[in-house]
């Protein structure tokens, strides 16, 4: 196994007398997509928002960056070591357009206080066209577009910066068929250009569909961790329950039954 980009063993977290995290291990590498899985509550933000910096870990925990020991305590830590985090409610500004909010904070300029438009606007297609993205015009307000067009966008934002890990929280929540195909799609892109991926979701289709390994945490500990070619639905839905009968389990039984007595019958 090459060395991980991103490696974490033994790291705690705790609010108060709440523990949070407790001696939880996690990895993800170069061109691979890791999910995240837990029930509500399980530690799923708060790792997130461990390795993002946006809350520093306990100590006696060790993270590592291509091997080498390293600390995440704030924001601008995990930005400076190429790890980038897109949260649910994207942080887009609806007024602006869509190079307006691929470059907020980080604008060209041709000199103080004049921006340099025509850069940006050709930055902005050449980085949708690396994501085989299309959107017939990038001057339209961020309001008009699609949620998934929303979520591309943010995503797109958050690659400006050359990360090596990409974090999405939630990426396919409320959107529908289509637009959940896009955002699948985009992702797989990201892996195929080399990116660790980390996909923080509860649609286990989703997940199915373009993860290699799922991580689950339960009440804040490590459930396991699974290949998801070499694992069912059923498997990974006891992980994150902590019991193997379960309504998904019974239904699989149940249908199970069914096919073998129609097959009987037949």
């Known amino acids: 196994m090459s060395t991980p980009i991103l490696e974490l063993s033994g790291i705690s977290k705790t609010f108060g007398a709440v523990r949070a995290l407790s001696e939880v291990d996690f ?34 925990g060790v993270m590592t960056w291509d091997g080498t020991p390293v ?24 007024n602006l357009d869509i190079v307006g909010n691929l470059f907020l904070g980080n604008e060209r300029l041709h000199f103080p206080g004049t921006l340099d438009e025509v850069e940006m606007e050709r930055r902005a297609v050449e980085l949708l066209d690396s994501l085989s993205v299309s959107i017939p015009s990038l001057r339209v ?28 929280d939630e990426p396919t929540a409320a959107l529908g ?26 649609n286990m289709a989703d997940v199915r569909a373009v993860a290699d390994r799922a991580m689950v945490l339960r009440l804040g500990r490590d459930a396991g961790d699974f290949p998801i070619a070499e694992t069912s639905y059923e498997e990974i839905v006891a992980a994150i329950t902590g019991a193997s009968d ?20 037949e």
């Open 177 to 202: 068929v289509a637009q959940t195909a896009q955002v699948l799609d985009l992702i797989e892109r990201l892996r195929d250009q080399g990116l660790g991926v980390v996909l923080i979701s509860h």
């Open 71 to 94: 600390t995440i305590g704030t924001p601008a830590d995990a930005q400076r070591l190429g790890i980038a985090t897109i949260y649910q409610d994207l942080a887009l500004c609806d």
């Open 141 to 168: 307000p961020v309001a008009a577009l699609s949620g998934g067009q929303r979520q591309i966008i943010a995503i797109a934002r958050s690659l400006l910066g050359q990360p090596r890990v990409v974090m999405l």
């Open 27 to 60: 990895h993800v590498g170069a061109g691979e997509v890791v999910a995240l899985l837990g029930d509500n509550g399980a530690g799923k933000s708060t790792l997130v928002k461990v390795i993002s910096g946006a809350h520093p870990a306990d100590s006696g």
């Open 246 to 265: 379960n309504p998904v389990s019974r239904r699989s039984t149940r249908t199970g039954s069914s096919a073998t007595a129609t097959k009987d019958k």
